[in-house]
């Protein structure tokens, strides 16, 4: 295979990666790869299962365990191979930019060394997607410029994101290899992915009334005075509801789970997202 290209998408948690894989399904024809390492194009061929070896000869070693780091799936659209990661939250910068620093060195070595049969790739994009939450956007690209303008020793992210013309709320990008979506809720610019989930299903008779039963059975602060707390408190009400929505078909199923396997969210209402629509034409051009 010659032109293989590579797009690593960084996800603040187990939600997101469910709702990216979803929409990388629905709305681009992404086939999973199911295959083994040693099946992927270089450098990933020899990186992961380095990475699984070094886990195992250190089992049960807590100064492991941040360091063991994969992608949870993988993903192929046309000659491009899309890795979706769970960060484990905002501040797991120093496992990513480690992640990051040893495949620069892998991929600048994979035509000499760790060859395989489906080729190497020489490039790759990147996507860090996080929650706004009660933060400013300038303040989570801030937050992403201090994780990642260095490399090892290398300089990379500086401080001058360009917002998407197609969708300056939630979408920046850098030297056309680097972007960020954040979520939030599209009338304030603060908020969560919830907000965006909102967006395809708040009026769906059930969400109605799974909310409505959410809200009876437990309190919520959803009307604090403090606004971290606000919307925090909003976040996890949308979780319960969303949790409760899939219960017929996934019982007992995490949200993570409800979200991908439901079919609560299709097509269909995902495309009634303004925040997904715009994604999805901007991930059209960029992956």
Same mark, same amino acid.
């Given at each position: 295979?010659?032109?293989?290209?590579?797009?690593?998408?960084?996800?603040?948690?187990?939600?997101? /990666?469910?709702?990216?894989?979803? /929409?990388?399904?629905?709305?681009?024809?992404?086939?999973?790869?199911?295959?083994?390492?040693?099946?992927? @194009?270089?450098?990933?061929?020899?990186?992961?299962?380095?990475?699984?070896?070094?886990?195992?000869?250190?089992?049960?070693?807590?100064?492991?365990?941040?360091?063991?780091?994969?992608?949870? &799936?993988?993903?192929?659209?046309?000659?491009?191979?899309?890795?979706?990661?769970?960060?484990?939250?905002?501040? &797991?910068?120093?496992?990513?930019?480690?992640?990051?620093?040893?495949?620069?060195?892998?991929?600048?070595?994979?035509?000499?060394?760790?060859?395989?049969?489906?080729?190497?790739?020489?490039?790759?994009?990147?996507?860090?997607?996080?929650?706004?939450?009660?933060?400013?956007?300038?303040?989570?690209?801030?937050?992403?410029?201090?994780?990642?303008?260095?490399?090892?020793?290398?300089?990379?992210?500086?401080?001058?994101?360009?917002?998407? @013309?197609?969708?300056?709320?939630?979408?920046?990008?850098?030297?056309?290899? /680097?972007?960020?979506?954040?979520?939030?809720? &599209?009338?304030?610019?603060?908020?969560?992915?919830?907000? /965006?989930?909102?967006?395809?299903?708040?009026?769906?008779?059930?969400?109605?009334?799974?909310?409505?039963?959410?809200? &009876?059975?437990?309190?919520?602060?959803?009307?604090?005075?403090?606004?971290?707390?606000?919307?925090?408190?909003?976040?996890?009400?949308?979780?319960?509801?969303?949790?409760?929505?899939?219960?017929?078909?996934?019982?007992?199923?995490?949200?993570?789970?409800?979200?991908?396997?439901?079919?609560?969210?299709?097509?269909?209402?995902?495309?009634?997202?303004?925040?997904?629509?715009?994604?999805?034409?901007?991930?059209?051009?960029?992956?």
């Amino acid at each position: 295979m010659e032109n293989i290209k590579s797009t690593l998408i960084f996800c603040e948690g187990p939600h997101d /990666v469910a709702l990216i894989c979803l /929409v990388l399904s629905k709305f681009f024809d992404a086939q999973e790869f199911i295959g083994k390492f040693n099946e992927l @194009p270089s450098p990933f061929n020899s990186m992961y299962q380095k990475a699984i070896e070094n886990h195992a000869q250190l089992d049960l070693s807590l100064e492991m365990a941040h360091k063991f780091f994969l992608p949870d &799936r993988i993903f192929t659209i046309d000659d491009t191979y899309v890795s979706v990661f769970n960060s484990g939250g905002k501040n &797991r910068g120093d496992k990513i930019n480690g992640f990051i620093k040893n495949l620069w060195v892998m991929t600048e070595n994979s035509n000499t060394f760790n060859v395989s049969d489906r080729g190497s790739i020489s490039s790759h994009k990147y996507i860090f997607i996080y929650d706004a939450d009660h933060n400013s956007k300038e303040t989570i690209l801030n937050e992403i410029h201090t994780d990642f303008s260095l490399i090892g020793t290398s300089s990379w992210l500086n401080e001058n994101w360009e917002a998407h @013309p197609e969708e300056p709320l939630s979408i920046y990008t850098q030297n056309g290899e /680097v972007a960020a979506i954040i979520w939030c809720n &599209r009338d304030t610019g603060k908020g969560t992915l919830e907000d /965006v989930l909102c967006e395809c299903i708040g009026d769906d008779e059930l969400f109605g009334s799974a909310k409505e039963t959410i809200q &009876r059975l437990h309190k919520w602060e959803l009307n604090s005075d403090n606004e971290q707390r606000k919307i925090a408190e909003t976040a996890k009400m949308y979780k319960a509801t969303l949790s409760l929505m899939g219960q017929r078909k996934k019982p007992g199923s995490s949200v993570n789970v409800i979200i991908s396997q439901s079919k609560i969210l299709n097509q269909e209402n995902l495309a009634k997202s303004t925040t997904i629509s715009k994604m999805v034409t901007f991930l059209n051009g960029f992956i």
